[in-house]
């Protein structure tokens, strides 16, 4: 039986059956996990998730070391908004608003750069370093009212970091970052202790591409370690054929290596697996060459030294694929990405990735972390172009959700305790919480008025 | 070697390339070649020292064209369709058996459900002449896109 009916939910009028009011099915009595596919393709829910996931989550905004010096800065574009990072006359990371307070225009239009303030092309107006308003052309036409201090330019309501990772909320009754992080700090612990400073770095050099496909999907990916097999045997094909050893998958797995899937609270998780794939810090593999293995060698006693057997071995021994919700992706594999992803369509986001690695790493090291980032990952690598291509066949696919409405993510449901890398009571983690952030009170008036 | 001379090789090489006949193209590369394309904000990279998109040296320029033979490479299975345009060839340097050399491209890619995309910008080659044939021991594709964007990847030989 179809009927029309209204959906509390949405908001709007939606044409479908009873029980498709529900996007994601979560039913562990029934060992029940759907999501529904209408989620991926309707404009009306992605204005949704704009106001109730990325106006109210915490959201990656770059990394300190893109900013070094006093006056540092770069633009990007997050949540829609065009935002500067910079670093402000005291040395403090703030994030602006690229919005001229008087009628609109953005104030920075260089990808990055050291600016002494930043001014507005179209009526003059200017402001420094820590944006304030120090510049207004004919300034004696406005009203005695006219304030200068009040018209800096602004800042989202909550700015913070977390080991230089610097993340923005627009919602100013957002919890604090930490209380937010959960679970994940951890994880960016384990990524961060890799370097004897104590500080990674962005290196040189963006990839900036866009997918025809849902957000969520590659959130999905980048942490389903099921599909890297049947997704990626031609990567694997080339490791084997270049020396290294990638091993039979144990019994009842389906990787070469065991991992777990974990979630860590605020729908973010990970998956966390015993390496096979080498690591820069610190596994040497064939394809590093033979003249690296010292190199390599090196830093493994560092860290070893540094950290104690225990740690040093889940930091140079393990990887880890980590969410941290809604769309921020460290992966610390092949090399460690940081990926993160902006929705422009219910079928079309916009990436950005970058490499990380230690503050002070020797040339070499830094070179085997870039080739071996490239053997895998980003728009040329052999991997993931063969992820897009998969989500992009996905999205295809998803057009015919009113004939096949549900997606299945039921692996690993029926299990107690430990959930493998390619079970998905990650994906799971995201999903309960995407629909939990969507399922938030709220009138159409205060949606609109946010 | 003379800017006709450059010329043909560069129009040979892209009708391979266009053909997919990528053996015959693999063939055309020295012992020692390397294959870029910077990242479109870092065109003027280091490859130990800045992320490219692309940064192979005659190891995985091999296993890039196995992987591209291989129907497994789902992102170019089935193949683009491509369609290279080369002009201004320009010599901008050289010495003994090498040569630079230079040219604007335009690639046209072709997939289904009209997906046609432009990849625009410039070669830089190194080109040397080993045992009396002209050999690529470096081939540069730097695009003027500012960002990949809705090129997506670089999926096939660009």
Redesign the interface.
């Known amino acids: 039986m179809r009927e029309i009916v209204v959906c509390p939910r949405f908001l709007f009028s939606y044409h479908t059956s009873m029980s498709d009011l529900q996007l994601v099915i979560n039913d562990p009595a029934k060992l029940d996990f759907r999501v529904h596919r209408a989620a991926m393709v309707d404009p009306r829910i992605l204005e949704q998730e704009m106001r109730r996931i990325f106006d109210r989550c915490w959201i990656y905004a770059g990394h300190a070391s893109e900013v070094r010096e006093p006056g540092d800065f770069v633009t990007r574009t997050l949540c829609g908004r065009p935002i500067i990072l910079c670093r402000d006359s005291g040395g403090e990371i703030r994030v602006f608003l690229n919005v001229c307070r008087h009628r609109g225009a953005v104030v920075c239009r260089e990808r990055k750069g050291n600016a002494k303030g930043y001014y507005c092309f179209y009526h003059g107006w200017s402001y420094d370093r820590d944006g304030c308003l120090d510049g207004v052309p004919g300034q004696s036409s406005y009203p005695a009212s006219f304030d200068r201090k009040q018209l800096g330019l602004a800042s989202p309501p909550h700015v913070d970091s977390y080991r230089g990772f610097v993340f923005v909320s627009f919602d100013p009754d957002a919890q604090p970052l930490r209380d937010y992080l959960a679970g994940a700090k951890e994880y960016l612990d384990l990524v961060v202790d890799q370097s004897p400073t104590g500080e990674m770095e962005i290196i040189r050099g963006t990839q900036e591409y866009a997918i025809r496909a849902n957000w969520k999907l590659l959130v999905e990916n980048s942490f389903d370690d099921y599909h890297l097999m049947s997704t990626h045997s031609t990567w694997l094909n080339y490791m084997k054929k270049s020396g290294v050893e990638i091993p039979k998958p144990p019994k009842g797995h389906v990787m070469p290596s065991h991992g777990v899937g974990k979630a860590l609270g605020n729908g973010h998780a990970v998956i966390d697996n015993e390496n096979f794939r080498g690591r820069p810090v610190a596994k040497w593999i064939a394809i590093y060459g033979e003249d690296a293995k010292p190199e390599i060698e090196r830093i493994r006693s560092e860290v070893f030294a540094r950290l104690g057997e225990e740690r040093a071995r889940r930091v140079c021994d393990t990887n880890r694929n980590l969410v941290i919700f809604p769309n921020l992706v460290v992966n610390d594999g092949s090399s460690v990405t940081i990926r993160t992803f902006h929705p422009t369509a219910p079928d079309r986001m916009e990436v950005t990735a970058w490499a990380l690695g230690p503050k002070g790493e020797s040339p070499k090291a830094r070179a085997v972390r870039l080739d071996s980032f490239l053997t895998f990952y980003g728009p040329g690598g052999f991997a993931t172009p063969d992820d897009v291509e998969a989500l992009e066949s996905v999205q295809q696919g998803m057009q015919a959700w009113r004939e096949i409405p549900w997606s299945v993510m039921t692996r690993g449901i029926d299990k107690e305790g430990e959930q493998l890398n390619t079970d998905e009571l990650h994906l799971r983690e995201f999903w309960v919480h995407w629909d939990r952030y969507m399922a938030a009170p709220g009138t159409l008036a205060q949606e609109q008025a946010r | 070697m003379t800017r006709a001379e450059a010329e043909d090789f560069l129009y040979h090489e892209a009708a391979l390339l266009d053909a997919w006949k990528l053996d015959e193209w693999l063939a055309l590369l020295t012992e020692d070649a390397r294959y870029l ?6 065109p003027e ?1 280091e ?10 040296d005659i ?2 320029i091999r ?2 064209v ?2 591209l033979k ?1 129907p ?5 299975f089935p193949h683009s369709r491509t369609r290279r345009m080369i002009t201004n060839v320009r010599i901008v340097g050289g010495d003994g058996g090498e040569s630079i050399v230079e040219a604007n491209f335009v690639v046209h890619r072709f997939r289904r459900n009209e997906q046609v995309s432009q990849f625009v910008g410039r070669y830089r080659y190194t080109l040397r002449m080993v045992e009396g044939k002209t050999r690529i021991a470096r081939r540069e594709a730097i695009l003027d896109a ?10 096939f030989i660009l």
């Open positions: 394309v910077p990242s479109n904000d870092a990279g490859p130990g020292a800045t992320l490219y998109t692309i940064a192979d190891h995985r296993g890039r196995t992987r291989d497994q490479a789902h992102a170019e500012q960002e990949l964007g809705s090129l997506g990847a670089v999926s």
